[in-house]
């Protein structure tokens, strides 16, 4: 599946920012869609995921009660809407998808797609 992600931008301690994912090639029904975030010097991390075809969902600590993830299949898109944004929100997200699968929905390398990534800076 192919991902292009948009949305990102330069936002005030406390502000919110809604990200987009835009998938094409596959229904999203079948994908696990999830959103990493890397800052620069660190590994990437996870940050929200939404299982294919439920509802289920899963955040980072880090970002519980604040970020909230949703799927739209008419639009076939992942948006990642982010509140009360702090300065350790500061990096480039990523929106990457795979196949629906029972591995570690948290972790990196079982996610095969990938989209280039969207900047996020959060300043005070």
């Known amino acids: 599946v192919q991902l292009q992600a948009s949305g990102g931008g330069l936002v005030h301690t406390g502000g919110s920012l809604t990200l987009s994912c835009a998938a094409s090639g596959r229904a999203l029904s079948n994908y696990d869609m999830g959103w990493f975030r890397q800052a620069p010097g660190m590994e990437r991390e996870f940050v929200a995921v939404?299982?294919?075809?439920?509802?289920?969902?899963r955040y980072a600590d880090a970002v519980k009660g604040r970020f909230t993830i949703s799927r739209s299949y008419l639009k076939s898109t992942v948006s990642l809407q982010m509140n009360s944004l702090k300065s350790e929100d500061t990096a480039v997200y990523y929106c990457?998808?795979?196949?629906?699968?029972?591995?570690?929905?948290?972790?990196?390398?079982?996610?095969?797609?990938w989209g280039q990534g969207t900047l996020v800076t959060v300043s005070s």
């Open positions: 939404i299982k294919g075809g439920t509802t289920t969902t």
């Open positions: 990457a998808a795979r196949r629906r699968s029972v591995a570690d929905l948290t972790a990196t390398s079982t996610y095969n797609d």
